[in-house]
Each structure stands twice: as structure tokens, then as C-alpha cells.
């Protein structure tokens, strides 16, 4: 029965990776402004896949004249769907083995058809992402729902493993545990803050560092338009429609929540590390506070270097590897405080 167990973590830590790569392309297909690369849903001008030959992109373009192909980010968009799909079919198939093996000790029952559920939302948000035109308040429930089916799959995986798994002594476990959850829901917010700000093309509404623009620390912005979260359907949200002064203050918000979230999570790293007694929990700090110094560092790049592909693709991984970090150590306390 151990055996099984270990084959199922495996598979949903496989899966959890998949996830991962989801949301990495995710990000690049939006910040390389390929969400509209196909502009119906679930196919690609009317077909399973994006128009390459010239016949097929005359076709394409005879039937959505406002939208001509651009033929790289038609398979970009393909490519995330694919990618999505076959996640969704993995992530049912995981289901699938909890029913067949719930009569074992220890096996998930709820946690694997609950992801059911969210992705079958996520591809209705994926849909509407298409159909009301890159609207802000979807593209960003569509950004952290993938977050959230990252996060589950990685619980499951612990949980999964937790027969084979040691169990480390730690001091104030329960104190930890709760600094740690407190810090996991501030993360959450931020990542949400991150989506907004991206999904509203606001990631350069400050282009100084640490300044904002032109030496000002706090210049003009617009806080009712910057938070307004439905401006109506029938918009064309793509590459943005709020004021430069909407912009600037939805950046300087994420800023400040960014300064909010290192402080908070490198705080943590600390008392984790004087905390633990054993290797693997001080070394578990030190990956949250060098994840932290990273994505630090990602994000004054991204101002500085005028949002760099590569580099704003890699703000959004490091922020999934930030909730994943953050998620095992909550588990290994909450095992700690147990055995405590």
C-alpha cells in the first residue's frame, strides 16, 4: 500500500510541475500580449489549431475581419491551452486514483475533486478571458485560480508523501504555524496585487527607482479608477484603458505591498531558522529569504529595464515558487506542532 501511495505522490508532483509550467506560459502569453491570439474559444479561428498556411489564414481572416492573425501569438495562445488541457486531464486522472484507492489509509478523497472543480472554473475563466476582451478583474481571477490549482496540487503531493516523509522538531511550533498562515494569505494578496497590476499593463506606471517619476516619491494618481474593478462589457481591455495617474497608483500600491511582504516573510525566515533544531528547517529559510532577494531583484528590473520579457516572466515563477516554499513550511509545522 506505501508503494501506491509513493506512485501517487509522484504523479501529483509531476502534475504540481505541470502546473508550474502553466503558469509560467501563462504569463508570457499575456505579458507578450498574445491573449487575443485566437479570438474565439476553445479553438483558434474556428479551428483545434492556429492558422499557419496561407489559404487557412485568408479563411481566418475573411471570417474575424477585426481581428487579422498574427500567427505567433495565435500559437502562443495555443500552445498555454494545449498545455491547460492536458494539466486538466491530468488532474482528473488524479482524482480518478483517489476513488479507486479510497479505502487506503490516508488517502486524499476531497482535496483531488475539489481540483476537479477549480479547473473546470479556470476554463471558463480562460474562455471569458477571451470573450470580454482581456477584462482586468477575469485575466486576474484567471491568474490566481492558476496559483490556487498550483498550491492544491502541491498539498496533495505532501500529503501523499507524508508516510515516507520524517517529521522535524521544531520549538513554537504552533506560534510559527501561525505567523507562517498569516504570511501565506499576505503573499496571496500581493500575488493578487501582481495580477491586477499586469493585467491592467501597469507594471511600468512607475518607471524610477525607488522613486516614481522624475524624482517624486508620490506623484499625481487616481485610486478610484486604479481599484474600479468593472468598467462594463463590450471593451477591448487590451494593452489597458485606465489614465497614467490610475497606472501610477496601482503600482505604487503593489510596491508598497511588495515592501509589506519582504518585510513580513524575511522576518519569518529568521525566526524559522533560530526556530529549527534540525537541517532541512534552517535550510528551508534560507530558501524563502534568497527566493525573497530574488524577486526583489526581478522587480527593480522589471522598472528599470522597462518590463524585459524574460525577466517579468520569471517575477511570475519565483512567486509561484514563493506560495509553494511558504506551503511546505506550513505543512512541516503543522506536522511539528502535532507531534509536538
Not at 17 to 24: N, P
Not at 28 to 38: I, K, M, P, T
Not at 222 to 227: E, I, L, V
Request: with cysteine.
Amino acid at each position: 500500500m506505501q508503494n501506491l501511495s509513493l506512485t501517487q505522490a509522484r504523479i501529483a508532483l509531476t502534475v504540481t510541475l505541470l502546473a508550474l509550467v502553466v503558469i509560467v506560459l501563462g504569463a508570457y502569453v499575456r505579458l507578450s500580449d498574445a491573449g487575443l491570439g485566437c479570438p474565439d474559444w476553445p479553438g483558434c479561428y474556428g479551428n483545434l489549431i492556429a492558422p499557419t498556411t496561407e489559404p487557412q489564414i485568408a479563411s481566418a481572416n475573411s471570417h474575424y475581419p477585426t481581428r487579422p492573425v498574427e500567427t505567433h501569438k495565435a500559437w502562443k495562445e495555443m500552445a498555454h491551452r494545449y498545455l491547460a488541457g492536458i494539466l486538466g486531464l491530468s488532474i482528473l486522472l488524479l482524482a480518478i486514483l483517489s476513488l479507486r484507492h479510497r479505502t487506503m489509509a490516508g488517502q486524499p478523497r476531497l482535496l483531488p475533486w475539489l481540483l476537479v472543480l477549480i479547473v473546470a472554473l479556470q476554463g471558463a475563466l480562460g474562455m471569458w478571458t477571451v470573450t470580454l476582451l482581456v477584462k482586468p478583474a477575469v485575466v486576474t481571477s484567471h491568474l490566481l485560480g492558476g496559483f490556487i490549482t498550483a498550491a492544491l496540487l502541491w498539498i496533495l503531493t505532501l500529503r501523499l508523501y507524508s508516510p515516507v516523509l520524517s517529521r522535524y522538531v521544531v520549538a513554537h511550533p504552533d506560534r510559527l504555524l501561525l505567523f507562517c498562515r498569516i504570511g501565506l494569505v499576505i503573499l496571496l494578496l500581493q500575488i493578487t496585487l501582481g495580477g491586477w497590476t499586469s493585467t491592467n499593463y501597469a507594471a511600468i506606471g512607475c518607471t524610477e527607482f525607488p522613486t516614481c517619476h522624475s524624482g517624486s516619491w508620490w506623484p499625481n494618481m487616481d485610486f478610484t479608477q486604479a481599484f474600479t474593478l468593472w468598467h462594463g462589457i463590450g471593451i477591448n481591455y487590451e494593452y489597458g484603458i485606465l489614465s497614467a495617474e490610475a497606472r501610477t497608483a496601482i503600482h505604487l500600491v503593489h510596491r508598497i505591498g511588495a515592501l509589506i511582504t519582504v518585510i513580513y516573510l524575511l522576518l519569518l525566515s529568521v525566526l524559522l531558522y533560530r526556530a529549527g533544531r534540525a537541517e532541512i528547517t534552517q535550510r528551508m529559510a534560507w530558501i524563502l529569504a534568497s527566493l525573497l532577494l530574488v524577486q526583489v531583484g526581478l522587480g527593480i528590473t522589471n522598472v528599470l529595464g522597462h518590463l524585459p520579457l524574460p525577466i517579468a516572466v520569471a517575477h511570475n515563477g519565483v512567486a509561484a515558487l514563493l506560495l509553494l516554499t511558504l506551503l511546505t513550511i506550513s505543512w512541516q509545522l503543522k506536522r511539528a506542532y502535532r507531534l509536538d
